[in-house]
């Protein structure tokens, strides 16, 4: 098993800026792959990004591309989601993921239990 946890949600205003954080348990964390998703009310879960074990790999949905980086410190077993230029559209929880393998393919294996970030307009 894998604990995540999220920090670093909150209200922020439109084109302003937050730094998401999620920290993993285990002894193994530079061998998943890692990824953020987020879920609006009454939408289904998306796909924001992902970031390869090493780190030297990254890919971002379409919607958030240019404006949100993911990256990680296998040091400190945390992976970071920095969001800038935000939108009212990304107002949604936000969650933290990891695949068992170091190549993002979307299959998920454990999920944190997410935290809110809310753009104002």
Do not use: H
């Not at 074990?53 to 992976?79: E, H």
Request: aromatic fraction near 10%; include cysteine.
């Amino acid at each position: 098993q894998v604990q995540l946890v999220e920090s670093g949600g909150g209200l922020v205003q439109a084109g302003g800026s937050l730094r998401l954080s999620c920290a993993a348990s285990g002894r193994t964390f530079s061998t998943y792959a890692m990824d953020w998703f987020r879920q609006a009310p009454g939408k289904e879960r998306e796909f924001v990004g992902g970031i390869s074990g090493s780190g030297g790999i990254r890919n971002y949905a379409d919607s958030v591309k240019g404006r949100f980086t993911i990256s990680r410190d296998n040091a400190k077993n945390t992976v970071y989601l920095q969001m800038n230029s935000l939108k009212p559209e990304d107002t949604a929880v936000y969650y933290c993921a990891a695949e068992k393998g170091r190549l993002v393919t979307r299959g998920v294996d454990y999920w944190g239990k997410g935290t809110l970030v809310t753009v104002a307009s």
